[in-house]
C-alpha cells in the first residue's frame, strides 16, 4: 500500500491498480431511472452499470476517431468531429432558449431560429478553415464543370451538395450517388420529416466523381 504525503493531515493512500474507488456525484432523477432499469436488466448493481457505461464511452470516442481516419482521412475526420461538436452545442443550446424547455434542445432541427443560429456557426467554422488563395469557379479549372446545371454556372460544390441532398431524400431511386447503404442510414436516422425539405431540382444535380444525373441508372 502506498501513500502521499498531505499538507495538513493524514497521508492519503495511493489505490492499488485494479482498485475501486468511491465517486460522488449527483445526476437527474430521469438520468438515475434510466440506470435503475439498466442495472435491473443487467444483473448489474447500479454502481457496476455506471462503471461500465462510463468505460464504454471512452473506449466508443477513441473508436469514433478511429472511424472517422480510416473512413476520411484524419484532416477530413478531424473537421467532422469539430463540425459535429459544433453542430449539438449550438444546436441544443439555441433550441432550449428559442422555445424555453428542455426539449426544446433536443429538437432544434424543427426550430427555424435555432437552425438558422446552427448553420451560421458552422459557416463560421468553414470560413476560419478557410486557406488563402483564390475562391471564385476559375481556381477550379480545368476540373469538368456540370453539363446540366441553370446556365452552366452552378459551383462544383453546389452541385455535388445537391446530389447528397437528392441521394439521402430517396435513397431507392438516388441512393447510388453517395452509396445506397449511406443513403438510407442517414434517412433513416433524419426521417422523412427533415428530409422532405431539401427541395432538391435533379437538374442541379452532380454526382460524386463527376458524373451527373442524366442517363444514370437508379
Same mark, same amino acid.
Given at each position: 500500500?502506498?501513500?502521499?504525503?498531505?499538507?495538513?493531515?493524514?497521508?492519503?493512500?495511493?489505490?492499488?491498480?485494479?482498485?475501486?474507488?468511491?465517486?460522488?456525484?449527483?445526476?437527474?432523477?430521469?438520468?438515475?431511472?434510466?440506470?435503475?432499469?439498466?442495472?435491473?436488466?443487467?444483473?448489474?448493481?447500479?454502481?457496476?452499470?455506471?462503471?461500465?457505461?462510463?468505460?464504454?464511452?471512452?473506449?466508443?470516442?477513441?473508436?469514433?476517431?478511429?472511424?472517422?481516419?480510416?473512413?476520411?482521412?484524419?484532416?477530413?475526420?478531424?473537421?467532422?468531429?469539430?463540425?459535429?461538436?459544433?453542430?449539438? +452545442? $449550438?444546436?441544443?443550446?439555441?433550441?432550449?432558449?428559442? &422555445?424555453?424547455?428542455? !426539449?426544446? =434542445?433536443?429538437?432544434?432541427? %424543427?426550430? *427555424?431560429?435555432?437552425?438558422?443560429?446552427?448553420?451560421?456557426?458552422?459557416?463560421?467554422?468553414?470560413?476560419?478553415?478557410?486557406?488563402?488563395?483564390?475562391?471564385?469557379?476559375?481556381?477550379?479549372?480545368?476540373?469538368?464543370?456540370?453539363?446540366?446545371?441553370?446556365?452552366?454556372?452552378?459551383?462544383?460544390?453546389?452541385?455535388?451538395?445537391?446530389?447528397?441532398?437528392?441521394?439521402?431524400?430517396?435513397?431507392?431511386?438516388?441512393?447510388?450517388?453517395?452509396?445506397?447503404?449511406?443513403?438510407?442510414?442517414?434517412?433513416?436516422?433524419?426521417?422523412? +420529416? $427533415?428530409?422532405?425539405?431539401?427541395?432538391?431540382?435533379? &437538374?442541379?444535380?452532380? !454526382?460524386? =466523381?463527376?458524373?451527373?444525373? %442524366?442517363? *444514370?441508372?437508379?
Amino acid at each position: 500500500m502506498q501513500t502521499r504525503a498531505r499538507k495538513g493531515g493524514r497521508p492519503s493512500r495511493i489505490p492499488n491498480p485494479g482498485e475501486r474507488v468511491p465517486m460522488s456525484f449527483r445526476v437527474r432523477p430521469e438520468l438515475k431511472r434510466l440506470m435503475d432499469d439498466a442495472a435491473l436488466k443487467s444483473g448489474r448493481s447500479v454502481a457496476q452499470e455506471i462503471e461500465l457505461r462510463l468505460e464504454g464511452s471512452f473506449e466508443r470516442g477513441e473508436l469514433l476517431g478511429d472511424v472517422l481516419d480510416f473512413a476520411f482521412g484524419k484532416r477530413s475526420a478531424a473537421l467532422f468531429l469539430l463540425l459535429g461538436l459544433v453542430i449539438n +452545442d $449550438v444546436g441544443r443550446f439555441a433550441g432550449k432558449i428559442a &422555445s424555453g424547455t428542455p !426539449a426544446g =434542445g433536443e429538437n432544434w432541427m %424543427s426550430n *427555424a431560429g435555432a437552425f438558422e443560429q446552427v448553420r451560421q456557426a458552422v459557416g463560421e467554422v468553414l470560413e476560419r478553415f478557410h486557406p488563402e488563395g483564390d475562391r471564385s469557379p476559375r481556381a477550379l479549372q480545368p476540373l469538368p464543370m456540370p453539363s446540366q446545371v441553370a446556365g452552366g454556372a452552378r459551383p462544383i460544390g453546389i452541385s455535388l451538395a445537391h446530389g447528397a441532398l437528392l441521394a439521402v431524400q430517396n435513397p431507392e431511386g438516388f441512393g447510388w450517388i453517395i452509396g445506397h447503404d449511406r443513403a438510407r442510414l442517414i434517412h433513416d436516422k433524419l426521417g422523412d +420529416d $427533415v428530409t422532405a425539405r431539401f427541395r432538391v431540382d435533379e &437538374s442541379t444535380v452532380m !454526382a460524386v =466523381g463527376g458524373a451527373d444525373t %442524366s442517363g *444514370a441508372n437508379a
